[in-house]
């Protein structure tokens, strides 16, 4: 009976970290999804403190994606708009990331299987 107890807090508690990860990574999509998608796993990389998830939009000449970090700093993602959609990534003036989205991808993938 105890047992029962313990685990469902412990069940809970493992589904609710899931659910904020799975809550930035939406799935499918073309190339403004794919953007949102690398951007996102860079960021869980990095670690970085999100309060404001970057929304992505098509741009003259690509995909730009803005949002803001806890401490206020602007994130900024500028991509190509074609594949394989050439990438960086900043905040504030600091860049954290340059390379290409569908390789990031790629990675995410290879790393879970």
Do not use: H, K
Not at 29 to 40: D, K, L
């Amino acid at each position: 009976m105890n047992r029962r107890w313990i685990a469902v807090p412990l069940i809970a508690l493992s589904l609710s970290a899931c659910s904020q990860v799975a809550a930035l990574t939406p799935v499918g999509g073309g190339p403004v999804t794919t953007v949102r998608n690398a951007v996102y796993d860079i960021l869980v990389t990095e670690q970085v403190d999100i309060l404001v998830a970057p929304q992505c939009a098509t741009s003259e000449p690509g995909i730009t994606c803005t949002g803001s970090t806890l401490d206020g700093q602007v994130i900024l993602a500028e991509a190509e708009g074609t594949a394989p959609y050439a990438l960086t990534i900043t905040i504030g003036s600091e860049v954290i990331f340059t390379g290409n989205a569908e390789d990031v991808l790629t990675d995410a993938v290879q790393e879970a299987s």
